[in-house]
């Protein structure tokens, strides 16, 4: 099983601070990448997709570079809210489009 | 529209006793597929589904069984547990090959 891989943290911030998470993937025939998070092991919940040019979505932008097989997730002005586990997630061709996960990182927001 | 649903939430089995952990989506997506996970571990792929009638395994499918008779359902059949099976365990779908999956809330058990 190819593997995605995560830096676990924790990453403990103070309100208000720009935090970056970065996830590299083995699997060179991965097509499509997110940013899920989870919040004390309830369900995963899509935050964003990533594509090749760059999102943005208000405070969070994610990038894909797929020649080097690495996605990085930019939180600004981190919000207590913020605090959750954000899970890297490719998906590959194979075992039906299976999702593969990251063991994720821990953040926690402080005031 | 419920999107994935789970049941039950939570469940305590003895060492030996089957169980069926109950998966259904009104989203008509052809994939679906059962995940569990560990403390302190990314989810693991149990088994997965392309469509009705059709089911393979996943990562780590020794002690569990599925079927998928219609789009719509996905149960994971656990026999003779195990309390290696202790875990969460999160059913998802996804339309495509290539868009997001949407997750059950969960089925959290202890095998004792």
């Known amino acids: 099983r190819k593997e995605v891989e995560q830096d676990p943290g924790p990453f403990n911030v103070p309100e208000g601070a720009t935090v970056a998470f970065n996830c590299t993937y083995s699997n060179s025939a991965s097509q499509s990448f997110f940013w899920y998070r989870q919040d004390c092991r309830k369900e995963p919940k899509l935050l964003m997709s990533?594509?090749?040019s760059g999102n943005e979505d208000g405070r969070f932008t994610a990038q894909l570079n797929r020649a080097s097989q690495y996605i990085s997730l930019l939180i600004r002005d981190s919000k207590l809210s913020d605090s959750a586990t954000y899970l890297c997630?490719?998906?590959?061709?194979?075992?039906?489009?299976?999702?593969?996960f990251g063991k994720g990182t821990s953040l926690l927001v402080t005031p | 529209n419920a999107g994935v649903t789970q049941t039950p939430k939570f469940r305590i089995l003895k060492i030996g006793q089957s169980m069926t952990l109950q998966c259904a989506q009104d989203?008509?997506?052809?994939?679906m597929y059962w995940y569990r996970q560990d403390p302190g571990m990314g989810l693991k792929l149990i088994y997965y589904?392309?469509?009705?009638?059709?089911?393979d395994k996943g990562e780590v499918p020794n002690g569990y069984n599925v079927s998928r008779s219609t789009t719509e359902d996905f149960p994971l059949r656990l026999e003779l547990a195990a309390p290696s099976q202790t875990s969460v365990y999160f059913c998802?779908?996804?339309?495509?090959?290539?868009?997001?999956?949407?997750f059950g809330q969960g089925t959290r058990l202890t095998v004792v």
């Open positions: 989203m008509n997506h052809n994939y």
């Open positions: 998802a779908s996804t339309k495509d090959g290539n868009t997001e999956a949407f």
């Open positions: 997630v490719v998906r590959i061709p194979q075992d039906g489009y299976a999702l593969n």
């Open positions: 589904s392309v469509g009705a009638g059709i089911t």
């Open positions: 990533v594509y090749s």
